[in-house]
């Protein structure tokens, strides 16, 4: 049986931001792995058109959401979720952002979990309670886990404040709640943790650096331990994800898998 790919995206996480948090389950993950805190984002860096790269393996130009409203794109891209669904693996995503509904095509998910409460102090919390409490009756082959409050945080008082950071060490401690709930399974698990983009002052979209970079943190089985030294841009997400899931990699992909 491959592991479960449990999929963590900590909306607005700057790595120096991360760094800076009380973070103990991303450092044991990205010491026990392959990471770089030098990968890039997509412009504009803003949440929907990032996620939907990160998602479908293609840059902006490519599948055209340039603002957090969807739109169909005139030439469709598969997301990881579809090429999952259409290789008989079963997939959820959680999120507490309403938005992230159009990743996929709406049957390409076995579960489909929305509380639209980002900019609640408990938002987070009530996702990573949602993944252990479908988790423990159901197995899944592909975990999508968004967590909102950092960004959240990151417009109400501005990225690298206190609030920011004590939020990237909230969204860490539903990390582990996941990984432990995950564990009780018996299943073997490959995790991977990034970000849809940083942010500056009180805002983000911008090609500015504080705006681009972003951490890109994978472990588990068949996993390289170390500091990736190539080239990451968000969108190399889904094709190093699907080849770690044994699927094939659609043509439309521009991003490649990164092992």
């Known amino acids: 049986m491959k592991p479960t790919v ?39 860096s803003v949440t929907l058109p990032c996620h939907t790269s990160m998602m479908r393996g293609v840059d902006v130009p490519r599948h055209g959401i340039t603002t957090n409203i969807f739109t169909p ?27 992230l509904r159009d990743l996929c095509n709406p049957w390409s998910l076995k579960v489909n979990y929305m509380v639209n409460d980002s900019h609640d102090v408990n938002g987070d919390w009530n996702v990573a309670l949602g993944v252990e409490s479908y988790i423990e ?14 960004d959240s945080a990151g417009h109400d008082f501005g990225w690298m404040t206190e609030p920011y950071i004590s939020a990237i060490g909230d969204a860490d401690k539903c990390i582990g709640h996941v990984l432990a709930a995950l564990a009780k399974t018996g299943r073997e698990s490959i995790t991977f943790i990034g970000t849809d983009h940083g942010g500056h002052d009180r805002h983000h979209g911008t090609e500015m650096a ?6 890109w943190i994978i472990s588990g ?13 968000i969108y190399d997400t889904a094709p190093t994800i699907a080849k770690l899931l044994g699927l094939p990699l659609p043509i439309e992909w521009d991003g490649r898998p990164i092992f």
């Open 6 to 44: 449990v999929l963590f995206s900590i909306d607005g996480m700057r790595p120096d931001g991360m760094l800076q948090a009380n973070t103990p389950n991303i450092d044991r993950i990205m010491a026990a792995g392959a990471y770089t805190l030098k990968a890039r984002s997509v412009m504009p």
């Open 73 to 99: 794109l005139a030439r469709p891209v598969p997301s990881l979720f579809d090429v999952a669904k259409d290789n008989g693996l079963l997939a959820g995503a959680f999120y507490n952002w309403g938005e």
């Open 137 to 150: 009756k159901r197995p899944l082959d592909l975990i999508f886990v968004y967590l909102g409050c950092t």
């Open 210 to 215: 504080e705006d681009m970079t972003i951490p």
């Open 221 to 233: 089985p068949g996993i390289p331990v170390g500091q990736i030294s190539s080239e990451v841009r």
